[in-house]
């Protein structure tokens, strides 16, 4: 099953790439796009619930990245490594399904497989920071490290729930 979820996540890093390139809707694309494979049940109800969460969390994720990554203007960054961001960043920030590092995890091998050379890096980076500094933060036995005490980027969308750039 877990590679079928990972297969999963190609066609929603896929759809988010055409969104960018397209007029149209994350989820009618992504439900297209699943539609030309034989998914389980499981895994098309993953690809509704992540296409529709960040189609209505869109803004949100983008302020988060603009937060994380201050030196990379969105229009700046390469589309794919974007499409990778906005997928985990749902994921990490706005469901609780799969765990934080397992986001992390899948969104530095899609990096790996469909970005650039310094993707996977950038993509761990950006989705380190913004793990590190969010509540689900948790301290693994041994590492001695403390959470950060600064407001994070989720925190501070808390914070401002309606404001729009």
């Known amino acids: 099953m877990a590679s079928n979820r990972h297969f999963a996540r190609i066609i929603l890093m896929q759809s988010l790439y055409e969104y960018v ?25 993953f690809i509704r619930k992540v296409a529709r ?12 990245i603009r937060i994380s990554a201050p030196e990379w203007p969105i229009n700046q960054i390469a589309q794919v490594d974007l499409s990778i961001l906005r997928l985990a960043l749902f994921e990490l920030l706005f469901d609780d399904e799969v765990p934080p590092k397992a986001v992390i995890n899948e969104a530095v091998e899609l990096g790996k497989a469909f970005g650039g050379e310094n993707t996977s890096k950038f993509v761990n980076g950006v989705l380190g920071t913004v793990y590190r500094n969010s509540k689900k933060y948790q301290v693994d036995e041994g590492e001695g490290a403390k959470p950060s005490a600064k407001p994070t980027a989720s925190k501070q969308l808390k914070q401002k729930p309606g404001k729009k750039k």
């Open 21 to 45: 390139h397209r007029d149209g809707d994350i989820i009618d694309i992504a439900e297209r796009n699943a539609a030309k494979h034989d998914f389980e049940e499981n895994n098309l109800e």
């Open 53 to 64: 969460g960040v189609s209505q969390y869109l803004n949100e994720i983008d302020e988060v």
